[in-house]
Antibody, heavy 120, light 107 residues
Framework: QVQVVESGGGVVQPGRSLTLSCAASGFTFRRYGMHWVRQAPGKGLEWVTVIGDDGDKKYYADSVKGRFSISRDNSMNMVYLHMTSLRADDTAIYYC?????????????WGQGTMVTVSS | EIVMTQSPATLSVSPGERATVTCRTSQSFSSKLAWYQQKPGQAPRLLIYGASTRATGIPARFSGSGSGTEFTLTISSLQSEDFAVYYCQQYNNWPLTFGRGTKVQIK
């Protein structure tokens, strides 16, 4: 079935780095842009970043620009989120999400999320 | 960035009644708006995209409308499984932005 599965979350100290992974299956991965969306405990949804289908187009939320980077490996059907200089306010569930189709950046497939806790 | 203002923050509705959630945007655009449902402990689920098109498998009691700076999600007759938090999201401009959410609870 069509799905994405995140991994790599955990507890990390402020200022350190962490890389999240997202494994996609059940669809032609190379044809779709992929996003990361996060949700702090008890809060709403915040879009984080996107990578285009061929990896050339990347956009970031201002809150993570310069600290986070997104990448993908179309041969492995994987998306990555490399997070550096982590802060307490980066604590959240991080969801990987698939764009519905080119030009429609609504998210039709979501993973179950991976929790990142930034704490000393 | 486009600011999304959802109202109300909480909506108390009896089963079988209609629920209406509004999303107002700080900039005008035609239809690049989506609605999501999120239940506790679950990932969000896409309900509506293009302001009014139901996503695959979404029941007909969910409908979306609007353009410009005001958009609406209507649930025509609330079922027990519809009590959840609902979010609007614009994809007209980068960065993509969400509303703060509307909790639809049992009255």
């Amino acid at each position: 079935q069509v799905q994405v599965v995140e991994s790599g979350g955990g507890v990390v100290q402020p200022g350190r780095s962490l890389t999240l992974s997202c494994a996609a299956s059940g669809f032609t991965f190379r044809r779709y842009g992929m996003h990361w969306v996060r949700q702090a405990p008890g809060k709403g949804l915040e879009w984080v970043t996107v990578i285009g289908d061929d990896g050339d187009k990347k956009y970031y939320a201002d809150s993570v620009k310069g600290r986070f980077s997104i990448s993908r490996d179309n041969s492995m059907n994987m998306v990555y989120l490399h997070m550096t200089s982590l802060r307490a306010d980066d604590t959240a569930i991080y969801y990987c999400a698939k764009e519905q189709q080119w030009g429609i950046n609504a998210f039709d497939i979501w993973g179950q999320g991976t929790m990142v806790t930034v704490s000393s | 960035e486009i600011v999304m203002t959802q109202s109300p923050a909480t909506l108390s509705v009896s089963p079988g009644e209609r629920a209406t959630v509004t999303c107002r945007t700080s900039q005008s655009f035609s239809s690049k708006l989506a609605w999501y449902q999120q239940k506790p402990g679950q990932a969000p689920r896409l309900l509506i995209y293009g302001a009014s098109t139901r996503a695959t498998g979404i029941p007909a009691r969910f409908s979306g409308s609007g353009s410009g700076t005001e958009f609406t999600l209507t649930i025509s007759s609330l079922q027990s499984e519809d009590f959840a938090v609902y979010y609007c999201q614009q994809y007209n401009n980068w960065p993509l932005t969400f509303g703060r959410g509307t909790k639809v609870q049992i009255k």
